[in-house]
């Protein structure tokens, strides 16, 4: 099943644990998950709680949870490249199977012990439940400036109302983390149980990809945190979220390129098999050229994102950091999608059927083009970069 070393690995570039790594990630992503896409599509991306547990079991025993998590949290310590190493693997499967290897939004590295025991460990343990981030709402979403979710100070705690939209995992999640605006605070991050009163998902709509968390819209009102609710300590929010970022976009960049990856193995192959008016259509050029096309997206991709994974382990300074993790998702994610719809095309009618993986990764690759940012925003990120830091050390 796993592969001879890769080209890097022969080069030098991985140490034999880093190898192993991938190794073993790859595995579990064609043992385990692979196997269940086409069940996961069919049911809507809702798999049986008896699956989920199995998922998570082979993933622990893989020791493939909590990633960038420190082991005293229950994580594995992963530096960046590791992270990456394995989340490559992660984006080669669809229906975002990979969400069910236990982990944690990595705001809760800021968590006080009681609520790392509260919420973090169980987790990382695969005694399910998950963590959500909301922070969009109605009026702002590209700025989240004008979040319009307010805490007020209350007696011994803190009274909390807003409606968040797009929250990722809200329905399933046993824990929100969400940014709110505190007088004279600024952005303050809360976390706050969902059968608290007064927390109600108000909508839960369908939207383009089967994946197995649902994005509700979730309503606060006149909700009464504890005192010790804040997470990173208040006004903090802002910051909490810069350094998140990075490594969202970061995270959308490495699946984006381990399903660049599975698409051009499947589509290469399928081009090699397939005959029509009496050769391969690999003999085509209207067929090999894209391939060739998609085959160059995702080693260009593949070299910025490693570039970012790698300054991260140095410490490099955090503002180039940030725009090079937003040129990374910005690349990555349009080329990624690109080489989706190339697919397909190659695909034919096979392509337009659910049960082909150009067909889901068409769906599904779309909206890393939106999340975590849109296009137009890292672009702006780009571009002011270029403008405070300079041109060499923005693209160097
Ligand atoms: C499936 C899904 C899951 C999500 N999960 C979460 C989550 O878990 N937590 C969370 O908080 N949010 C989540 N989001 C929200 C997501 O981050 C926002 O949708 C995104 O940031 C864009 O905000 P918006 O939808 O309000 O669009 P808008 O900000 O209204 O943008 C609309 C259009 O205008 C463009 N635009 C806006 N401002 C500018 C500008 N200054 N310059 C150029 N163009 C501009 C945008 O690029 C876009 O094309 C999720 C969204 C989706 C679809």
């Given at each position: 099943m796993t592969a001879s070393l890769s080209p890097a690995a022969a080069a030098g570039e991985l140490t034999p644990e880093q190898v192993e790594l991938q190794q073993r990630a790859r595995a579990f992503v064609e043992d385990v998950l692979m196997p269940l896409e086409e069940e996961a599509e069919r049911k809507g991306g809702r798999l049986p709680a008896e699956t989920l547990q199995a998922v998570r079991s082979a993933a622990i025993d893989a020791r493939l949870q909590g990633g960038r998590f420190a082991p005293?949290?229950?994580?594995?310590?992963?530096?960046?490249?590791?992270?990456?190493?394995?989340?490559?693997?992660?984006?080669?499967?669809?229906?975002?199977?990979?969400?069910?290897?236990?982990?944690?939004?990595?705001?809760?590295?800021?968590?006080?012990?009681?609520?790392?025991?509260?919420?973090?460990?169980?987790?990382?343990?695969?005694?399910?439940?998950?963590?959500?981030?909301?922070?969009?709402?109605?009026?702002?979403?590209?700025?989240?400036?004008?979040?319009?979710?307010?805490?007020?100070?209350?007696?011994?705690?803190?009274?909390?109302?807003?409606?968040?939209?797009?929250?990722?995992?809200?329905?399933?999640?046993?824990?929100?983390?969400?940014?709110?605006?505190?007088?004279?605070?600024?952005?303050?991050?809360?976390?706050?149980?969902?059968?608290?009163?007064?927390?109600?998902?108000?909508?839960?709509?369908?939207?383009?990809?089967?994946?197995?968390?649902?994005?509700?819209?979730?309503?606060?009102?006149?909700?009464?945190?504890?005192?010790?609710?804040?997470?990173?300590?208040?006004?903090?929010?802002?910051?909490?979220?810069?350094?998140?970022?990075?490594?969202?976009?970061?995270?959308?960049?490495?699946?984006?390129?381990?399903?660049?990856?599975?698409?051009?193995?499947?589509?290469?192959?399928?081009?090699?098999?397939?005959?029509?008016?009496?050769?391969?259509?690999?003999?085509?050029?209207g067929v090999s050229f894209p391939l060739a096309d998609s085959a160059t997206d995702a080693t260009v991709g593949r070299l910025l994102a490693m570039q970012v994974a790698h300054m991260v382990d140095a410490e490099a300074d955090l503002k180039i950091v940030h725009a090079k993790a937003s040129m990374a998702k910005l690349f990555v994610s349009e080329a990624a999608w690109r080489c989706a719809d190339r697919a397909v095309q190659i695909f034919g009618g096979r392509g337009y059927l659910r049960s082909n993986v150009a067909e889901r990764f068409l769906r599904e690759l779309r909206v890393d083009r939106i999340w975590e940012g849109t296009s137009e925003i890292q672009r702006l990120i780009v571009a002011r970069a270029l403008e405070r830091r300079g041109v060499e050390a923005t693209i160097h």
């Open positions: 005293e949290f229950g994580g594995q310590g992963w530096s960046m490249l590791e992270w990456f190493l394995v989340n490559e693997q992660f984006g080669r499967v669809t229906n975002g199977l990979h969400w069910n290897v236990p982990n944690a939004y990595n705001v809760l590295t800021q968590a006080t012990p009681e609520q790392v025991d509260k919420y973090l460990r169980p987790i990382l343990r695969g005694e399910g439940g998950d963590t959500a981030y909301a922070v969009t709402e109605a009026e702002a979403g590209s700025d989240p400036s004008g979040i319009a979710t307010t805490a007020e100070r209350s007696d011994g705690g803190w009274l909390l109302n807003g409606e968040k939209w797009f929250v990722t995992s809200g329905d399933v999640a046993n824990v929100l983390i969400v940014m709110a605006s505190v007088a004279d605070g600024g952005g303050t991050l809360f976390l706050v149980e969902p059968d608290t009163p007064g927390v109600e998902v108000v909508d839960d709509p369908a939207y383009t990809h089967n994946y197995p968390h649902g994005h509700p819209t979730i309503a606060f009102r006149n909700v009464e945190l504890p005192d010790d609710a804040v997470i990173g300590g208040v006004g903090n929010g802002d910051a909490l979220q810069r350094a998140w970022f990075t490594e969202e976009r970061l995270g959308i960049a490495t699946h984006g390129l381990g399903a660049m990856w599975r698409l051009l193995e499947e589509a290469t192959a399928w081009a090699l098999h397939r005959e029509q008016g009496g050769t391969r259509i690999m003999d085509y050029q």
